[in-house]
């Protein structure tokens, strides 16, 4: 039995069952490529879910690590406060986008994040109710779950779930909802389910992760800042995984020059250590009371002092600039694939936040999740790590490290160029079968 066979066993009779893991068990990682327990090397297009932007064990971000450990690994901000804390924030409220005074607040999850910018709206507007979009991801906690619009494997059996969120649709071309319609949609909820007045937020990913990497288009996004200016409507950016240069942008709503009230950040934001943050406007910022924020851990040393690593890396390896090269090579290449391949319906995304559609037949445009799973499936055994998003399961996602050098980003496409292939003849032979 290999050791990823008898870790796998041990998984399954140790771990909660709702705990999904895929089959590679690491030993070690370097930038763009990991080796699992067995010996065997993979290129990682997931990047641990769009977390390590700046590639895994980034020598300065270990660097840095290392050496806030020698100094103080928790104190808790609440209790003994530190300077790296206060800089962070310093730097993320000059980063976030807005000619205004911001503040910032820190903590440990993408889901944490969102829950205090919910809190921070509701507490700052006096309102309860919150609009959030079809196919959109905030997390696993109630609140994030219930603002999540994808019901497996997020939401089925979990509920009842906090009240007063709606959902409105996400603008998506390709599946045949423009921006009027989800403009209407909009309309629709305004006039028959909620009151604007009584809205505390919006909230929406100007690029959806798990949803299937659709990009809201520009202008939808400005009649979303029309819409809260106009209703006192708090707007919240979800950037948790399309910020932190993933897009080409520091966050990936600066390329509609649209300014949110509140950006959450968290996963490439701590290089791998658990750090999430809520960045906006002082006004809405300093609502909430002394102590109605915060947490044990959140902020905690060790996470700062590897964002602040993190933010030195995209600044001197320039790698907003870099996104849009590997996102570029990878676009080309899955357009160049599109032409040969029929199940690819739809190539899209923004930088290095790359996805393509699989369907079974490009007029119905009907989704291929089976396809798509046998993609990953291909493409692990060829030493490739894939994720899969989209609220029918059939979208792959590239996902690599933005300091992934050009020979593994080529040898990474050419994996699962093969890959594609190996799986789509598989699919025809058994459709002729
Ligand atoms: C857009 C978005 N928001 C929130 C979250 C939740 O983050 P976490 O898993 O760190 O709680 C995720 C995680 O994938 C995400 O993609």
Request: proline residues 4%; contains cysteine; neutral net charge.
């Amino acid at each position: 039995m290999s050791k990823s066979a008898e870790l796998k066993a041990r998984k399954s009779a140790a771990v909660a069952a709702g705990v999904s893991a895929r089959g590679i068990y690491v030993a070690k990682a370097e930038n763009s490529e990991l080796w699992d327990v067995d010996g065997r090397r993979y290129i990682d297009f997931a990047a641990g879910i769009a977390v390590l932007n700046t590639g895994h064990r980034h020598p300065l971000v270990m660097e840095a690590v290392a050496a806030q450990a020698q100094q103080f690994a928790h104190t808790c901000f609440h209790v003994s406060p530190y300077e790296s804390y206060v800089r962070l924030a310093e730097r993320l409220n000059a980063l976030a986008p807005g000619d205004f005074a911001k503040k910032t607040l820190f903590l440990n999850s993408g889901a944490e994040a969102i829950e205090n910018a919910i809190k921070i709206a509701r507490y700052y507007t006096k309102r309860s109710a919150v609009i959030a979009f079809s196919g959109g991801f905030h997390g696993r906690t109630l609140m994030t779950m219930a603002l999540t619009g994808k019901v497996m494997p997020y939401k089925r059996g979990f509920g009842p779930f906090p009240a007063e969120i709606y959902h409105a649709e996400f603008p998506q071309p390709y599946r045949g909802v423009t921006t009027e319609q989800a403009l209407a949609d909009l309309d629709r909820l305004f006039h028959g389910d909620v009151d604007p007045k009584s809205v505390a937020a919006i909230l929406i990913e100007p690029v959806q992760g798990e949803g299937g990497f659709n990009v809201a288009p520009a202008d939808f996004l400005r009649a979303l800042r029309r819409l809260c200016d106009e209703h006192g409507i708090v707007l919240i950016a979800d950037e948790v995984q399309g910020g932190i240069a993933r897009t080409g942008k520091m966050f990936s709503i600066e390329h509609s020059g649209v300014v949110p009230d509140l950006i959450t950040t968290a996963k490439g934001l701590g290089g791998g250590f658990p750090l999430s943050g809520v960045t906006g406007r002082a006004a809405i910022m300093d609502a909430a009371h002394s102590g109605g924020l915060g947490g044990t851990y959140g902020g905690n040393p060790i996470s700062i002092a590897a964002a602040h690593a993190v933010l030195d890396v995209i600044e001197s390896e320039g790698l907003c600039a870099r996104a849009a090269t590997v996102g570029e090579k990878m676009r080309s290449r899955l357009l160049a694939l599109a032409r040969e391949l029929p199940c690819i319906g739809d190539v899209r995304g923004l930088g290095a936040m790359v996805a393509f559609e699989l369907v079974k037949d490009p007029k119905t445009r009907e989704p291929d999740a089976e396809l798509t799973a046998s993609v990953l499936a291909h493409a692990e055994r060829r030493g490739l790590i894939l994720l899969s998003c989209g609220t029918s399961a059939n979208v792959v996602r590239l996902l690599a490290p933005l300091t992934i050098p050009d020979a593994v980003l080529a040898e990474g496409l050419n994996i699962l160029a093969a890959s594609l292939k190996d799986a789509a003849g598989v699919e025809s032979e058994r459709a002729v079968a």
